[in-house]
């Protein structure tokens, strides 16, 4: 009978232990969210740490991804072309916790990659916002004009403008530079659009060069 105290306790104690492992919520790694660009002639797919991410589809030239869950902090990103299995880029990204990025890709290769935050703090009151990237490598400097009126000047490759507040409406787009293009875009208010540029201006029909927008 000694012994029987001690050996109901210990019993009771495993079971308390064993209930309160059960409680614990497993531990869930902070993540970031990251969506692709493909101003590059070629198709890819994008990987974290050997797993792809974009399942649902090949990201295709012009293409643009959904935003992909990622964990934070520093990861090791690959490119791998449409239909092969052979890595063309290892990408170390360090993304930081609850934010989204856009990656721009003209070509598989860090010097023609553009990352930029999209977390952009948009006007609530009756402005549209508006950015400018140039994603377009055979272009060196870059004007954006609304209705004639230049609001980024001087853009190089690679570079991500300032925020800018605009009077919503259809607005007159050009760019001049490398050459000119013209096109009607409605901005609304209380919304950002990042305005990017693409393409070659040498190459006449795909490949060429164009802009795109993006509804942040």
């Known amino acids: ?21 059960e409680d614990i919520a497993p531990t869930v790694p902070p993540s970031a969210a990251i969506a692709l660009v493909n101003v590059s002639p070629r198709s890819f797919n994008f990987f974290m740490n050997g797993t792809r991410l974009n399942n649902t589809s090949t990201i295709y030239p012009d293409g643009i991804s959904a935003y992909l869950s ?3 902090g520093q990861q090791n990103y690959q490119f ?9 880029l290892n990408l170390p990204l360090s993304l930081d916790s609850a934010r989204s990025y856009i990656l721009f890709a003209a070509a598989l290769d860090t010097a023609n990659l553009i990352l930029v935050n999209d ?5 609530t009151g009756n402005v549209a916002m508006i950015r400018i990237i140039n994603a377009s490598p055979k272009t060196t400097s870059l004007t954006l004009s609304l209705n004639d009126t230049a ?12 925020l800018l507040r605009i009077v919503p409406g259809r607005k007159k787009l ?7 293009l013209t096109d009607s875009v409605t901005f609304t208010r209380g919304n950002a659009y990042t305005i ?4 070659d201006p040498a190459i006449t029909g795909d490949g060429g060069f164009n802009v795109g927008v993006i509804q942040n």
């Open 80 to 88: 791998k072309n449409d239909g092969s299995a052979e890595v063309a």
């Open 1 to 21: 009978m000694k012994f029987k105290v001690p050996v109901i306790v210990l019993a009771v104690v495993v079971a308390l232990a064993s209930c309160q492992d």
């Open 174 to 180: 050009s760019v001049t530079g490398a050459t000119l």
């Open 119 to 123: 977390d952009l703090t948009v006007d």
């Open 196 to 199: 990017y540029t693409k393409g």
């Open 70 to 72: 990622v964990y934070s």
């Open 151 to 162: 609001k980024v000047t001087n853009a190089a490759y690679r570079s991500v403008s300032d």
